[in-house]
DNA sequence: TTGTAAGCGTTATCAG
DNA sequence: CTGATAACGCTTACAA
């Protein structure tokens, strides 16, 4: 009992001991095992982060933020794939639970409602990333898809444009942006649009591959928009390929600004999210419910902005 | 006991018991606790994936074929950010080992002395990735950085270059495809090579960068090596601003084989590395071991293939 | 400031 | 095929 206290709580053990202690430690070569202290103690110190996709430009710079600020607060991070399904998901948090997490990172809010009752009994702090809604599970960290769909849709009108062609995947989020855009140019008298669906993830080539889809019926667009800035990329080289140029001829869009997006030749048109705040407040909220302070504000709404560049 | 039994291995239970099991488990929400699972049985279905970065192209399709391989195999993964220096790893891994996790995946094969003999003295398997050498600390898939520097030295004095600029991150496994490309450039008459470093993780400014501060002096290149991809782009779009023709007057070399590299304009000459492969193997040469089955080639070279493009 | 006893929820082992 | 018992290595709670 001593040495578990000089090793986690130095300060209420008498110097002497402590040293005693640390020498037996670096003696013997002992290493604790956390196993057995969470089970102990209840506290894994483990935080399990679910994301549909570890190799995805998007995510990828949440997972390292949440990382870095869990590292710094003394915690392990277990990275799960889940898949774009809500019931791969429901499967994999199933199995993570068992593992004892101090607290979950879930990305998107929408779950199967065996998946809500598991991790409601289980009763540890959650954040759900990359959406909003005002009924979380427990807290939230993202931004509205839908506004974003609408800044995107009054962006184009007020350049003048009307028929518009979707290069877009159909992953849930993109879905919710896609429902934004069209809300907003159904209003508007004459304004059309067609989509060219592609797999996710994106890539380049399925960029280029979506234009040409488009184009293929021999009709005539003013604007793309894309939900990804990758997707955006690869329309703007297949629009090159073509003869076609942006924005004059074609206004192109995309979603993300990823780094390339500012030093493409035309610079990317896009809507940026805070991608690593969104890591760094999760696991900042996370860590602090779990060592009992109170969250303030457990609806974390990051916002985005509309960056006006070249393409559109 | 027999619970577990059921659920662990169901075959050696009667087929009724396994029911009334299940059934008990549904009615309960019953979850099992794998820390006093792992405390008890010495395995916790954990691997611990070290790298120096999570949000970095490279990497990123490892870390998911190791996810996706492990989860196969019913593992989950513990992912941790170790930075680019050999101190921060062995820190880092220290408080790893208190996981008790049942296999190592590691970054690189540079570690200090300590960790060396923390680890061999775990005595878990450890696979070390992305690099290549014929004493690893047990298992290893990787490729040689050296040879990859090789073979961009002999493609580019082949094609005729002499006057040499690198546009170079100075992270461990960069600084040995350095030393390959000098060994081979250096026994040439008349070539010379001058570097611009710029720190990591590599961005397209960066690449823009680079270019810059080399042509500063006013001194005269034929051909820019990048240490990736990312600094390649950057590189050919400065080239683009100041009106060099690429790859006619200056010809560009990168590394990585990143998406964009193929659909560039001009495309990217480059090399690629099978960076999926090199998380299936890793994970599936981990399994086997921690499972008890032999793994007859513990030293994997996955290779590289220098795609040829318009770029160099 | 340090020590004692009990228990965290499993699995290994052996017995039936 | 099922059950009893004793660990696994720590922390909680309480005592000294």
């Known amino acids: 009992m001593t040495v578990s206290r000089a090793l986690n709580n130095p ?19 002992y290493i604790p095992n956390m196993l057995a202290g969470g089970l102990a103690s209840r506290r894994s110190k483990l935080i399990a982060v679910v994301v549909p996709q570890i190799n995805n430009n998007m995510f990828v710079d949440t997972i390292q933020a949440i990382s870095d600020e869990l590292a710094a607060r003394g915690y392990h991070m277990l990275l799960c794939v889940a898949g774009d399904t809500n019931e791969s998901e429901a499967e994999i948090v199933a199995t993570l639970l068992s593992r004892r997490p101090d607290g979950i990172v879930l990305t998107g809010i929408h779950h199967t409602p065996e998946l809500k009752r598991l991790l409601l009994n289980a009763t540890i702090p959650i954040v759900e990333i990359w959406d909003l809604t005002p009924t979380p599970l427990d807290m939230l960290v993202g931004f509205s898809h839908e506004s974003i769909g609408n800044a995107i849709g009054h962006y184009l009108l007020g350049k003048g444009h009307s028929r518009f062609g ?60 894309c939900s990804s800035d990758t997707l955006a990329q690869g329309v703007m080289i297949e629009a090159a390929a073509r003869g076609l140029a942006v924005p004059k001829t074609l206004a192109v869009m995309g979603f993300g600004d990823l780094d390339f997006a500012a030093h493409c030749t035309p610079s990317i048109t896009t809507v940026r999210v805070d991608r690593w705040k969104i890591g760094t407040d999760a696991a900042a909220m996370l860590a602090e419910k779990i060592e009992g302070k109170s969250v303030p504000s457990p609806i974390v709404d990051i916002g985005f902005s509309l960056i006006e560049r070249e393409s559109a």
Chains 1, 2 share one sequence.
């Open 11 to 29: 300060k209420i053990v008498r110097a002497e001991t402590v040293n005693k202690v640390m020498e037996a430690v670096r003696a013997t070569g």
């Open 166 to 225: 979707l290069v877009w995947t159909e992953d849930a989020r993109a879905g919710l942006r896609k429902k934004g855009i069209y809300d907003v140019i159904q209003k508007q008298q004459g304004s059309h649009a067609r989509e060219a669906i592609v797999p996710w993830p994106a890539t380049l080539a399925l960029g280029r591959q979506g234009l040409s889809d488009l184009l293929a019926n021999g009709e005539d667009f003013d604007a793309i928009i």
